[in-house]
């Protein structure tokens, strides 16, 4: 944690951290990540949700102006909105052998441009945020997206990390395409390292 380096090694398989990236899979499952998020509760009301009187606000000939129905016209201020948003569910399923390749061809880019970064353990005696900034000067890291790997959810961990906007802690099972691209640098524990690579590997 105080950023030297050890004696200890870890040797990264090649199936998960060396192969081929496949950039489309990584497209579709960094979009349905995208999609997932969306709310789809967009909507605005139409003629027939508006409330007031459908009552023809002028007799059809004879004004010189052109033709009005109800008030609810969308012609008219207050009116209908024409074909507006409706709720809408976004999200679309893939297949979990894509999914696997995707996050396995995203791992494979951080190792290739050396975005990753293996501890031995991280461990946080109490929640302090200045401790985890601490840990990012040591890694050179201040001011960049950075993302933690562990192979728990360690509480203490999370409480001094999610006050900085750029850095991300995530369990290893829950390890996505997204969080990855989206990162500068990946600290993995030697622990994660083991647990991604067991999720991961076919």
Known sequence: M????????V?????VFGMEPNDHAIYL???QYHANNRQGTHKSK????IAGSTKKLKKQKGTGGARVGSAKSPLLHGGGRVFGPRPKDWSFKLN???KKVARKSALSYKAKDN????????NFSAPKTKDFINLL?????SGKKVLVVVPTLDENLYLSSRNLAKTQVRV???LNTYDIMNSQRILFTAGAIEAVQENLKN
């Open 11 to 15: 040797k990264l398989d090649a199936e």
């Open 172 to 174: 290893a099972k829950d």
């Open 115 to 122: 975005g990753i970064t293996i501890l031995d353990s991280l």
């Open 46 to 49: 139409e003629r027939a949700e």
């Open 96 to 98: 979990k052998k894509l």
């Open 2 to 9: 105080d950023g030297k380096k050890t004696s200890k090694k």
């Open 29 to 31: 499952d960094v979009k």
């Open 137 to 141: 000067k040591n890694f050179e890291l």
